[in-house]
């Protein structure tokens, strides 16, 4: 059974930290590319940040350019998302997403996600 645990949300001040983790077991982490989505109410989902299986490309959205980095440990089956230089805007329930392609079929694994407030 797939399973992602998400953890490290909270409440933080504008201008502070935050590193979010998400551990997955029940299928083969490493072969997964790895993002992380965020979505504030009335809004879409928004994809800010992904990793490509192997760690050696990540991409990120304008917004958060600079001031997320998503990072990977295979060994701990696990992703990261190191949040600095937080703002209100920032504000949202933030998703890790795996998702890979075995003999032409999309495989894609969400976490329950967690809440991250920035405010004073």
């Known amino acids: 059974q797939v399973q992602l645990v998400e953890s490290g949300g909270g409440l933080v001040q504008p201008g502070g930290s935050l590193r979010l983790s998400c551990a997955a077991s029940g299928f083969t982490f490493s072969s997964a590319a790895w993002s992380w989505y965020r979505q504030s109410p009335g809004k879409e989902r928004e994809l800010i940040a992904s990793i490509t299986s192997t760690g050696g490309s990540s991409n990120y959205a304008d917004s958060v350019k600079g001031r997320f980095t998503i990072s990977r440990d295979n060994a701990k089956n696990t992703v990261y998302l190191e949040m600095n230089s937080l703002k209100p805007d920032d504000t949202a329930v933030y998703y890790c997403?795996?998702?890979?392609?075995?003999?032409?079929?999309?495989?894609?694994?969400w976490g329950q996600g967690t809440q991250v407030t920035v405010s004073s």
């Open positions: 997403n795996g998702r890979k392609t075995s003999s032409s079929i999309v495989y894609e694994y």
